[in-house]
């Protein structure tokens, strides 16, 4: 099963407002678990930045001028992420500024059916609690040290973390482990295998082992005199 964490930098909260994406950043993920593949652009958003977002993720206005606009990276990133499900912590906002990029470039947007909000997930499984990114690494006691300022990649790669302990990844390698073991063990007794176990002889079976080797000529299992 193929799905793409992704998190997105901006510089502002409203597209409607004309703020713009200023960086992409995506985690592959197989069956739950992050692999080597990743997406990762920065945006050049054709706008000044506001000190709020900058702020935030530490991204300049001079800086994002030498990379390429969204029109020059978007088909890239549609090819990366084809129709995987994607993992967004709060959906609604990652998902409404790609799509207003999509809708400047005439591209089709994307369903926002198609994304999990872990945002949502969190405040389910943990009613009343933060449901913020740095909240739910500690709760999960995942390293996000390197994080002073928001970056999409990096968020991403904490995201992915995040969601495989809100899916119960880990618990279910562990179940998994466990009926392997249950699974070998009964291999094992169908092909007729048994354990061994510990098996002292007999008086009889060590008098019958010692007439046998009387029998021998001076055999060296029997201490000589």
């Known amino acids: ?42 945006i050049n958003p054709e706008r000044d930045m506001p000190d709020e977002a900058f702020r935030v993720h530490g991204l300049s206005a001079e800086f994002l001028r030498d990379h390429p606009g969204f029109s020059e990276i978007a088909e890239e990133f549609l090819t990366f992420i084809g129709d995987s499900p994607l993992v967004i912590h709060n959906a609604e906002f990652d998902m409404g500024f790609l799509n207003a990029e999509l809708a400047k470039i005439k591209r089709g947007t994307l369903d926002l059916s198609r994304s999990i909000d872990t945002v949502r997930m969190a405040r389910k499984r943990f009613p009343g609690a933060p449901a913020n990114l ?25 995201l992915a973390d995040v969601y495989l302990e809100l899916t119960g990844g880990r618990q279910q390698g562990l ?51």
Request: include cysteine.
């Open 175 to 225: 179940e998994l482990a466990g009926n392997r073991n249950t699974e070998t063990a009964k291999s094992a007794s169908e092909s007729g295998i048994r354990p061994p176990r510990v098996h002292a002889p007999s008086p009889e079976e060590e008098a019958a082992h010692r007439a046998f080797l009387e029998k021998l000529d001076a055999p060296i299992w029997i201490e000589q005199g």
């Open 1 to 42: 099963m193929r799905e793409i964490v992704l998190d997105t930098e901006t510089t502002g909260l409203d597209p409607k407002a004309g703020h713009r994406i200023v960086e992409i950043g995506c985690v592959e993920l197989i069956n739950h678990v992050a692999t080597s593949e990743t997406f990762h652009k920065y």
């Open 134 to 158: 740095d909240a739910l690494c500690k709760r999960f006691q995942i390293d996000n040290s390197n994080r002073e300022l928001h970056g999409a990649l990096l968020d991403a790669r904490l």
